[in-house]
């Protein structure tokens, strides 16, 4: 088994394949501590490092933090793609502690949840025995709290061993693996990497300072409204006990887990949030206090932040493929895929450009909903979106009857919510729900029914779609292939579903729980269990997953000339010197409406800030 070079963003290059050992103990571990955190961490140690060129014999290497920089410098890594498993921890030590910037990266823990889906795991161990190329070794327990130091010359021979064989599990793995893995999803492999182990951007302290003082500043000023200590609010019997005090029952659910009754304590719960607007302003006082105590996320986060900032640049933690549908997600616990928008976006604004730089934050409008337009074959919206025309208007013109220039603004809001919601098959009840919730817009349940029927039969080729969506669920199962959608671009192959990237999104062991006068209910495995798939959640899954393929074809054309530095959800944020912003934005935008060969006639398009922040792209 070997790996022959070949192209990859422009070149021939080696493979290189690494695996670094490091102390690690009970406390400082990755299972305590972020990838970031750990490796800058004044504790952290390579106990050695293990090296395979192409196919040639692995070598281990041990020594002090000198030795180990000087071992290295003889690799051409200036035309090598560095391939480990996890790329994220390994790259980054070469690039922060030695320096070392090799041409391209990859991963195959990247690389095996996108083949066998983000259900199955990834870890060496399982894709090993997956394949059936070896057994990992377990001599890393053993290691637990020692420094290179502490190891007998035999220890630290046996310990070598070890790191030699999860590197040839690597290259044996990348061998098979990268011969059925698309290029272009290499390069975006390649591309999502460089934003953390590459990391340019900074954070702003003093932003961050004030904020922190003011989310603990308001915890407190909640706590001494609500008259109760915070120990009551954090404990669960002691905050049910204290709404009984003044004569108000707990609200209480069925555990899904236990089966048992429980107190409807979390912010979900239908019985808490009715206690949010209860006539006793008391009540509504304890609430928003336990609330407001009990969610930390913001303040956890914003410390995290400021801890980055004292060690250096910001490493951006988006992981390759996370979501069923092949998106990114966030990763090492600071979560850039959900950093606050709206309100408060101090954690936004702290994150700078590096010196001389702009940010440039593209965001691809309206991208699923486009997607659904052209996919469904539902044209004269795909037309109204080439057009350029306000399509929320229209619907909520529809929807009331009156003139497109008459549409208020809650008016568009509901056409608005329709176009983005309604599309994958929303009922009534939850339609009413969210338009309360996103705007406080408050219909009843009638004239809730009354817009979803007035959007389905607007848009009755998108619910065509739904249909042909559940029949391709029956067809899988029944182990029959067949293509839907304009050009039939989507396919499936097996329980799966084929995108245009050339990968597959998966239903892993589908089946039918029920049949009713609908037709066969579906089920499917994931790591939470059997979960229900029907028309509407397919067509989700297929617009997002398109949506994607789209974003990061895109990501590559812009990665050509300017440094890609983050991606969330359907924007990609940019790097790029002041003196070339008016040029950047000019080509980013272009990309971002390129139209990828498969998808011709797809409404696209797209909107761009600058700034010096990243919350100041505006």
Same mark, same amino acid.
């Given at each position: 088994m070997t790996y022959n070079p070949h192209h990859f963003q422009g070149g021939i290059m080696d493979l290189i394949t690494i695996d670094f050992e490091t102390y690690y103990d009970k406390d400082f571990s990755l299972s305590k501590l972020t990838t970031e955190e750990y490796i800058r961490d004044k504790r952290f140690e390579v106990i050695g490092v293990a090296i395979k060129v192409n196919n040639n014999p692995t070598e281990w290497a041990s020594g002090d933090h000198d030795e180990i920089r000087n071992y290295l410098q003889q690799f051409?890594?200036?035309?090598?793609?560095?391939?480990?498993?996890?790329?994220?921890?390994?790259?980054?030590?070469?690039?922060?502690?030695?320096?070392?910037?090799?041409?391209?990266?990859?991963?195959?823990?990247?690389?095996?949840?996108?083949?066998?889906?983000?259900?199955?795991?990834?870890?060496?161990?399982?894709?090993?025995?997956?394949?059936?190329?070896?057994?990992?070794?377990?001599?890393?327990?053993?290691?637990?709290?020692?420094?290179?130091?502490?190891?007998?010359?035999?220890?630290?021979?046996?310990?070598?061993?070890?790191?030699?064989?999860?590197?040839?599990?690597?290259?044996?793995?990348?061998?098979?693996?990268?011969?059925?893995?698309?290029?272009?999803?290499?390069?975006? $492999?390649?591309?999502?990497?460089?934003m953390f182990i590459e990391p340019t951007l900074r954070v702003r302290s003093a932003l961050l300072d004030s904020h922190l003082m003011k989310i603990r500043s308001h915890k407190e000023q909640l706590i001494n409204a609500s008259g109760l200590t915070k120990d009551t609010l954090m404990s669960n019997d002691k905050f049910a006990q204290a709404l009984r005090d003044i004569g108000v029952e707990p609200p209480t659910k069925t555990s899904p887990t236990t089966g048992k009754e429980t107190y409807a304590f979390a912010k979900t719960d239908k019985g808490f949030k009715d206690l949010f607007t209860h006539e006793n302003p008391k009540v509504r006082a304890m609430v928003e206090a336990r609330l407001?105590?009990?969610?930390?996320?913001?303040?956890?986060?914003?410390?995290?932040?400021?801890?980055?900032?004292?060690?250096?640049?910001?490493?951006?933690?988006?992981?390759?493929?996370?979501?069923?549908?092949g998106r990114w997600g966030g990763d090492d616990k600071i979560n850039m895929q959900n950093l606050p928008s709206r309100g408060n976006k101090s954690l936004k604004d702290s994150i700078y450009a590096p010196e001389g730089h702009m940010l440039i934050d593209c965001d691809s409008s309206q991208i699923e909903a486009r997607v659904l337009a052209?996919?469904?074959?539902?044209?004269?919206?795909?037309?109204?979106?080439?057009?350029?025309?306000?399509?929320?208007?229209?619907?909520?013109?529809?929807?009331?009857?009156?003139?497109v220039n008459d549409v208020t603004k809650e008016q568009r809001f509901v056409g608005k919510t329709a176009i983005l919601g309604a599309g994958y098959g929303m009922g009534a009840v939850r339609f009413k729900d969210q338009l309360k919730a996103q705007a406080g817009v408050d219909v009843d349940i009638d004239e809730a029914r009354r817009i979803i029927n007035v959007y389905r039969n607007?848009?009755?080729?998108?619910?065509?779609?739904?249909?042909?969506?559940?029949?391709?669920?029956?067809?899988?199962?029944?182990?029959?292939?067949?293509?839907?959608?304009?050009?039939?671009?989507?396919?499936?192959?097996?329980?799966? $579903?084929?995108?245009?990237?050339?990968?597959?999104?998966?239903?892993?062991?589908?089946?039918?729980?029920?049949?009713?006068?609908?037709?066969?209910?579906?089920?499917?495995?994931?790591?939470?269990?059997?979960?229900?798939?029907?028309?509407?959640?397919?067509?989700?899954?297929?617009?997002?997953?398109?949506?994607?393929?789209?974003?990061?074809?895109?990501?590559?054309?812009?990665?050509?000339?300017?440094?890609?530095?983050?991606t969330v959800h359907d924007s990609i944020v940019c790097s790029v010197r002041k003196e070339e912003v008016d040029e950047a934005r000019e080509y980013i935008e272009t990309c971002m409406r390129v139209v990828p060969d498969w998808c011709q006639g797809m409404p696209l398009d797209c909107e761009s800030g600058v700034g010096l922040s990243y919350g100041g792209c505006e």
């Open positions: 051409d890594w200036a035309n090598s793609m560095l391939v480990a498993h996890n790329n994220m921890f390994d790259g980054a030590i070469l690039n922060w502690l030695f320096d070392v910037y090799p041409r391209a990266y990859t991963c195959t823990v990247c690389i095996a949840r996108a083949l066998h889906g983000v259900q199955a795991s990834a870890s060496l161990k399982a894709v090993a025995e997956r394949y059936g190329i070896g057994a990992k070794g377990t001599e890393v327990q053993q290691a637990i709290g020692k420094r290179r130091k502490d190891f007998r010359p035999d220890e630290l021979d046996a310990y070598g061993d070890y790191c030699v064989n999860d590197v040839e599990l690597t290259y044996k793995l990348f061998c098979i693996m990268g011969k059925q893995f698309p290029k272009k999803e290499l390069k975006l $492999i390649d591309t999502t990497l460089r407001g105590n009990k969610s930390t996320l913001e303040e956890t986060r914003t410390q995290r932040f400021l801890d980055i900032a004292k060690r250096g640049a910001l490493p951006v933690p988006i992981k390759y493929y996370t979501a069923h549908t052209w996919l469904s074959g539902q044209d004269d919206l795909v037309q109204a979106f080439n057009r350029g025309e306000d399509v929320y208007k229209k619907m909520a013109s529809s929807i009331y009857g009156v003139d607007t848009n009755w080729k998108i619910a065509h779609f739904w249909r042909a969506c559940q029949d391709l669920l029956s067809r899988m199962y029944n182990k029959q292939n067949v293509c839907i959608g304009t050009n039939g671009l989507i396919c499936n192959e097996g329980e799966a $579903i084929k995108l245009p990237s050339g990968l597959l999104m998966r239903y892993d062991n589908l089946n039918f729980y029920f049949e009713n006068e609908k037709g066969r209910q579906f089920v499917y495995d994931t790591r939470q269990g059997r979960t229900r798939i029907y028309g509407g959640k397919v067509t989700e899954n297929i617009c997002q997953a398109v949506a994607r393929c789209i974003i990061g074809e895109q990501m590559l054309l812009i990665a050509k000339k300017y440094r890609v530095v983050m």
